[in-house]
């Protein structure tokens, strides 16, 4: 093995790859050094999951070469990335709902005692796995009960389950909480002492910082620079991503609508399914409300239930002023209030169907025609949505899980704008899209409240609350200990104070 093999793991020259001919991949060079935290970041659509697809077997390479351990490969499929030693946590879960921890853990890598699983070596080894890298979650929980951050974990652990010399986490904290994000990087530091090397795609930039040795950014399909971590600073990576000095700035901006006197929502004593406890606040017109808390703290669980999602066991919603009975999800709709979920791939999209297709999905009383439904008013509608919000796509009869995650989160937004709905529910809007897709959607949604209609809006990222929110309402264990004005919502360091309880 030469020199260079013995200090590289990986080495990815001059990959080229098209969808539909459109290059997404344009003479791209990636390696990775043994044993180290490589992070790959840039803008949607600069490639950085189809890169890491080629090389884990889910497409083929158009051109380039791929060497693992000094040998040059070329994979097929995913088993062939696997039996090679790599592994990758994809972005979009792939765990079964249905299926418990130990389950998902071990599927299609099921331990066996003859010709019969053998559950309790599965078992034992599950808790092993788990108990040494601290998760602690019961094996035997069936997944459809953990929140999306626990799913998370469940995929790493699968993903370590089996031995593995690379492995490629893709967005893997972007449904963490704050001590799950600190968990998760204890496991990257044993993984690496254990000589496992690691990719590492994020688009947040204090974590890749933090985590990882060297950093590639991508463009437009094209390798901009790679240099060492300690070499870079979040303003240097910003730059190299958007290709010019002019970056968004998630500072709050006085907006020309003054708020409204009236509320569009008044929610008095909310209680929902015991994890929420005498919640009582408004959201007035044109006003941008946001939910702050830890996880466990309410939330996404207040967002659900006003959505129908969950049972209200006790409390008053009245939507202009008269008391509702948000029973489910057609309830809420009728009454204008409209939800873009937490995790869009599971509950805002249909990956599988098109781009029209997803929109058609909230269009019904906008496209009805009789018995059916008005084919060219639904394309009428589709196209215009592309136009309005900006939403980059080869065609609307594409599948949308050919589009970045920011394009696909705008296609969520428009099909419930479509339906202008006066009351918008925001859970985690920009999670797991670039910072210029998030100042997009950030002037979507300021927009939106500029014409009159109120939001709630629950973010992780605590620099979005300070820019987007006329008021802060700060949860803990289910209640609510505070409320932030405007002229209170000062810094981000406020408001994490806030949510510490």
Not at 18 to 31: I, Y
Not at 208 to 233: A, F
Not at 399 to 407: A, K, R, T
Not at 443 to 457: D, F, H, Q, R
């Amino acid at each position: 093995m030469s020199d260079r093999a013995n200090e590289y793991i990986l080495e990815m020259r001059g990959i080229d790859k098209s969808f539909f001919g459109n290059k997404v991949l344009d003479n791209v060079d990636f390696s990775l050094k043994r044993g180290h935290v490589h992070a790959i970041v840039g803008g949607n659509g600069a490639g950085k999951s189809t890169l890491m697809k080629i090389l884990t077997g889910v497409y083929t390479k158009d051109a380039g070469t791929v060497t693992v351990n000094g040998a040059d490969v070329s994979f097929q499929n995913y088993h062939d990335a696997n039996a090679a030693g790599l592994r990758m946590i994809f972005q979009e879960l792939s765990v079964i709902p249905t299926l418990t921890v130990v389950e998902n853990i071990y599927l299609n890598n099921e331990k066996t005692k003859g010709f019969l699983n053998d559950d309790k070596l599965m078992e034992s080894s599950a808790k092993e796995l788990l108990d040494r890298f601290q998760i602690d979650i019961p094996i035997h929980e069936k997944v459809s009960a953990l929140s999306v951050g626990y799913c998370q974990l469940v995929e790493i652990a699968k993903a370590l389950s089996q031995d593995a010399s690379i492995l490629v986490m893709d967005e893997p904290t972007a449904s963490l909480s704050d001590s799950e994000v600190k968990l998760l990087f204890g496991i990257i530091d044993n993984l690496k002492e254990a000589g496992v090397s690691i990719v590492y795609i994020s688009h947040r930039m204090n974590e890749i910082l933090t985590v990882s040795d060297e950093v590639t950014v991508l463009r437009d399909g094209k390798r901009i620079i790679t240099e060492d971590s300690t070499g870079l600073t979040i303003d240097a990576i910003i730059d190299y991503m958007l290709g010019s000095e002019e970056k968004r700035s998630f500072e709050y901006h006085e907006r020309a609508a003054a708020i409204g006197d009236n509320p569009i929502i008044e929610i008095d004593g909310l209680c929902v399914d015991d994890l929420v406890q005498d919640v009582s606040f408004e959201v007035k017109e044109g006003e941008i409300v946001g939910l702050a808390g830890l996880m466990g703290s309410g939330r996404t669980e207040i967002l659900e239930a006003l959505f129908g999602i969950r049972h209200i066991q006790a409390g008053t919603v009245r939507v202009h002023g008269a008391d509702v009975k948000i029973k489910d999800v057609a309830h809420a709709v009728k009454s204008e209030i409209m939800l873009v979920p937490e995790d869009r791939r599971r509950e805002g999209l249909i990956l599988s169907h098109t781009l029209k297709d997803n929109m058609q999905i909230a269009l019904f009383g906008l496209t009805k025609k009789g018995m059916f439904i008005d084919d060219a008013k639904t394309t009428e509608i589709t196209q215009k949505s592309v136009r309005d919000f900006n939403i980059k796509t080869n065609g609307i009869d594409n599948p949308i899980n050919m589009l970045s995650g920011g394009n696909q989160q705008k296609v969520v937004i428009a099909k419930w704008l479509n339906n202008a709905p006066k009351l918008l529910l925001l859970d985690e809007p920009t999670a797991g899209i670039d910072i210029g897709a998030k100042g997009e959607i950030i002037e979507i949604i300021e927009g939106y409240a500029a014409k009159g209609n109120g939001v709630i809006v629950v973010s992780s990222e605590i620099s979005e609350l300070v820019a987007m929110c006329d008021r802060v309402i700060v949860l803990f264990g289910g209640r609510k200990i505070g409320e932030l004005t405007r002229n209170g919502i000062l810094n981000e360091e406020v408001i994490q104070h806030a949510i510490q309880g």
